[in-house]
C-alpha cells in the first residue's frame, strides 16, 4: 500500500496515512504473572489484589476468559464459572518493570511514543513516513522484540491514521492482533463491531446514538458532524465525527489545560450557620463530580477558595498522585486542608459568618479511557457504579431520582492501597529499578497487601436541593 500522496495531499488537514500504531498488552497482569510464573501458563488465572473471600479477580488470564471470567468478578462467582481457576495476588513491581521495558522497545523504533496506561501505548509515525517502508513490519519487529524479552506476553496492535481508530485496531483482534485501518477498510472493518465496542461509547451514549436514528458505527461514521453534535450536544459530536474520519483528537487535545469549577454565593443568614456552609461544599463537589462523569474524566488538581466580605481568602490547592472523580473523596482531601489549617493556626473555623463565597476549581484532567485503574479494585468498582448511578440518572432525566449514599450523608471508610500513579511519572532510577514518586510502597508480600484505613466521622447532612453554579468550560 503506498499512502504517501495521501500524506502530501493532507498534510496541513486531515492525514488518511495509517501511522499511528497503539499497542495494548493483553491480559497484561495475568500474562506477566504467568510470564514469570511458568508452572501458570497455559492455565486459567485469576489476579487478585488480595487472597480472601470477597476478593475480586481484576485480571484474568486468556485461559480464564475463555471461561467468561472478566474484570471485577467476585472470586465466588469465577468460581462457578471456571472451578479449577488458579489465583494469584498482584505483583505491581514488576508489572511496571515490563511496562518501561515494552516502552523503550517502542521508542527504539519511534521517539514520539506516549504511554496510556500501564499496558497501553501510543506512536505517532507520521515524522517517519520515509523511514519505515511498511508499518505492518515495524509492528512485527516489536512483537518480536518483546517476545525476545518475554516469550510469554502478547500484544494487540492497531495501525490507523489516528490513535482513536488505532485503539480500535487493537479491539478488533484479541489476543496477538495485528490490524491496520485505512480509508479503504474501515467500512469492513466497523461492519464487524457494535456501537458499544467504541472506546468511549458506554449505553448511555448509544442510547443518545440510537435517540437519533444511529445504529451502527458505519451509520455513526457516515453521519454529519451536525447530527452527531445533536446527539452528544456539542463539540462532542464534532470530536467523534472526526475521530470516525481520520482526524486527530486524542493526542493532541489541550485536556491538561481545562478548568472546571462551581461558585456559590451566600446570604448573610446562609454565611452564618456552619452546617449549611459545609454541605454546600459537598454540593459543589457533587457537581463538579458529575461534570467528570459525564466528560469522561478524572482531575489531578483541585482547588477551593473562600471569599469573605473584606475581600480577603481563605484558599488552597491540592495536587493528587492518583487521579479522582469521587465527591466524597474531594471533599474529604479539603476537609483535611481546612482541619490541618484550623489546628496549626488555632482558629475555630475557617467558615465563618463573614463568608459570601465558595469555589471549587479542578483541573489537570485525565480521560477515564487511559484511566489506569490503581490495584484495587474497591476504587475501580465505585468509578463503575457512579457511571452506572449517573446513566440511570439520565435515563429518567429526573437528577433527583436516584441518590448516592454519599449524597445523602456521609460516613466513610476511605482506603488507600498501592496505585501506579500515573505511567509519566515512572522512570528508572540509578539502580536501574523502575520507581514511581507517588508510590506508597513498593511491591508487597503476597498475601498481604498493605492497607492503610483511615476512619472518619463527619456530620450528617442534608442534600442540598436547588443550587445556583457559575460553572466555567474552559475550552472543550
Ligand atoms: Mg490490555
Known sequence: MNHKGDYFRNSIGIKTAPLVMYLDMNSYFASCEQQRHPELRGKAVGVLTYDGPNAAVIAASIEAKKFGIKTGMRLGDCRLLCPHLITTVTHPAWYRQIHVDVMNILRSYCDDVIPKSIDEAVANFHSYYLVYKDLTEVARQIKADIARKYDYLKCSIGIAPNSFLAKVGTELQKPDGLVVITPENIDEHLAKMKLTDLPGIASANERRLRMIGIQTPVEMRHSSAALLRKAFGGVVGDYWHRRLNFGEVDMYSKTENRTMSATRTMSRQQSSDRQQLESMVISLCTRLEQRMVKSGTFCREVYFSIKYRDNTRWETT?????????????????????????????????????????????????????????????????????????????????????????????????KDAIGFGSVRDMGLNKDGQVKNKHMLEEDEQPGQPRQVVIKRKEPVVQPVEEEIFNDIWDGE
Do not use: C, W
Open 318 to 414: 491540592i495536587k493528587l498522585a492518583d487521579p479522582l472523580q469521587d465527591a466524597v473523596e474531594m471533599r474529604s482531601y479539603i476537609n483535611e486542608r481546612i482541619r490541618e489549617f484550623e489546628r496549626s493556626r488555632n482558629v475555630a473555623t475557617v467558615f465563618t459568618d463573614k463568608t459570601t463565597n465558595l469555589t471549587i476549581a479542578i483541573q489537570s484532567f485525565v480521560k477515564d479511557t487511559v484511566m489506569q485503574y490503581s490495584l484495587f479494585d474497591n476504587r475501580m468498582k465505585k468509578d463503575v457504579l457512579r457511571k452506572v448511578v449517573y446513566q440511570i440518572k439520565d435515563h429518567y432525566d429526573q437528577k433527583n431520582i436516584v441518590r448516592k449514599g454519599s449524597e445523602m450523608f456521609s460516613p466513610y471508610v476511605m
